[in-house]
Structures are given as C-alpha cells and as structure tokens.
C-alpha cells in the first residue's frame, strides 16, 4: 500500500531518471517479479544484479537471501522504488497488466518475459542476458536446455502414444490444457494429455471427468501432496490405477519454466516409458530404451 504520496512521487521521479540500462561503470540493479523469472536470472549469469524478488522465489539456494517486495500479484511500490531498479521483470502471462502498467506509470523498465513454451526457455535466457551484459553465460545455458530437450524428442517420437491425466493440484482438482508448457512436456514424452481440448488454460475438473477420460497414466505435479497412487487407488475402475500408472513428480522441476524443466521432462518421459512397460507397450525396436 502507498502511504506516502510525496514520497513516491519524489522516488518516482529518481527512478525514472535512472530508468535506462546502465553502461559499463554501474552495476544493473533488477527487480523479478516472478520465481521463476528469479530462477532465470541466476541462470543467465544474472543472479548477483538481483536487488530484490517476490515471496517462493527459492531456487537457486542463493535467491532465498534476496529481499522480498511482495508476491507475483501484489507488490509494496514503495519498496520496488527504493531499490531504484534499472529493469523489473514480470512475467507476460503472469503478472497482473495492472501492475504492470503501474510500474511503467512511475517511470520503471518492465521487461515482460514469456515462457508459455519450451522453445520460450532459451529465448528467455539470451534476452535476460543481452540486459545484464551476460551473455556468453546465457548462451550456454540457452544451448545445454535446447540440446537436452532435442536429445528427449529425438528419443521418444517414436514411442507408442499413451494417454495421460496432468494433475497440477488435488484439493482442488486442477489440470492443463494442450497450450500449457506442461501439456507440451507430456506430448514430447509420446504422452496424450487426455484434457487438452478445454478452452481453460488450467482448468478445474471434477474427478468424474477424470473416469470418464479414463486415462492410461497420471501424472502428479502437486507439490503439496507426494503420494498420487495412494490418493488415486479408491478409483480402481481407471486404467492408470490398474495397471499401477500413477506418478508423482517434482512440482519445482515441472511447474517453473527454467532449465530445470529439462530436467521435469526427463523425469515426465521416463514415468510415461514406465507405464507403457506396464502396459505391455514396447519401444521402438530401433531406439534403446533411457538409461
């Protein structure tokens, strides 16, 4: 809340004069708005030029001593302008556009990031590190996630479609659509996300949705519950349920996208290839099953 009316508009005007990306002999000062926007600072080289970030913002260790102005959909203003930042980062589809438009009102550089997509990851890394003059840090980053994610689609566009419920969240039921990075993590891996046609990006369901899609796997990301087969086991009529297809895997690793997503994918492939040996779905006979 804004409790000093001067105030800001005295820090306004400071920023706003200070608003364009610094040369050589003054160190940027960048304000995330977002985890993983923080996430992908520190691995676009930029993490050190982080002055300040919003609450979860935990990874890498190193992000959790960064001071806190808020939360991804309210901030402290004043805070944000005390810190006199060169650039705030907010995420395109994430951060309020109120906000958003508050911010550039006051004379700050919001650079808004987008990462609805795996091919957004890279694109996200080089363009943090054009900001931060890191960009031999960001290329590397940029190039080991596109190579770890090329290494995944060559192995598995060939492996027998399996059909896959995305458990985001339990209590309540949440899943994603086929325009969610999550979505297209699943379809890297041969998997069929069994609620990709609704019209909601993340949609809430009803567990009878659930039987009536009848899926041959589930996929837990929910990171507030860790024992998706134990919670699924009552539903015995579902296929993923008979044939021991329930998964729970790293909400971190699946919900941010970062580099670590290569990782979320590797995890998400490798359940999905555990559950086509359960069904009796072999590999491709050219391709070597995953170490």
């Not at 949440?174 to 019209?199: D, M, Q, R, W």
């Not at 589930?218 to 015995?236: L, N, P």
Request: glycine letters at 6%; proline letters at 6%.
């Amino acid at each position: 809340m804004i409790r000093n009316g001067l105030l800001l508009l005295a820090l306004a005007v400071c920023v706003g004069a200070q608003a364009q990306i610094p040369d050589e002999t003054r160190e940027l000062r960048i304000v995330s708005l977002a985890p993983h926007l923080t996430e992908l600072a520190f691995a676009a080289g930029a993490g050190a030029y982080v002055v300040a970030t919003v609450e979860h913002s935990d990874y890498p260790p190193a992000a959790r001593r960064i001071p806190r102005i808020g939360d991804a959909f309210r901030v402290d203003l004043e805070r944000v302008l005390a810190v006199r930042p060169h650039v705030v980062l907010a995420w395109e589809s994430g951060t309020p556009m109120h906000l958003v438009e508050q911010l550039r009102g006051l004379g700050l550089n919001v650079e808004t990031i987008s990462t609805q997509s795996l091919a957004h990851v890279p694109r996200a890394l080089r363009r943090l590190g054009e900001l931060a003059g890191t960009r031999a840090s960001a290329e590397r980053a940029a190039a080991q996630f596109e190579h770890e994610i090329a290494q995944l689609r060559a192995l598995y566009r060939e492996r027998a479609p399996i059909s896959v419920f995305l458990e985001v969240n339990a209590q309540p039921l949440y899943t994603v659509n086929g325009k969610h990075i999550l979505s297209e993590v699943a379809t890297l891996c041969g998997g069929k996300n069994v609620f990709a046609a609704l019209p909601d990006l993340a949609p809430a369901i009803g567990v009878e949705a659930v039987i009536a899609a009848n899926p041959q796997a589930i996929v837990s990301s929910d990171a507030s519950m860790t024992d998706a087969a134990e919670r699924w086991s009552r539903w015995r009529m579902l296929r993923a349920v008979q044939a021991g297809n329930v998964f729970s895997l790293s909400a971190d690793e699946l919900s941010r996208a970062t580099p670590r997503l290569a990782q979320g994918a590797r995890s998400m492939c490798r359940a999905l290839d555990t559950a086509r040996a359960n069904l009796g779905l072999v590999p491709h006979p050219k391709r070597k099953p995953e170490a």
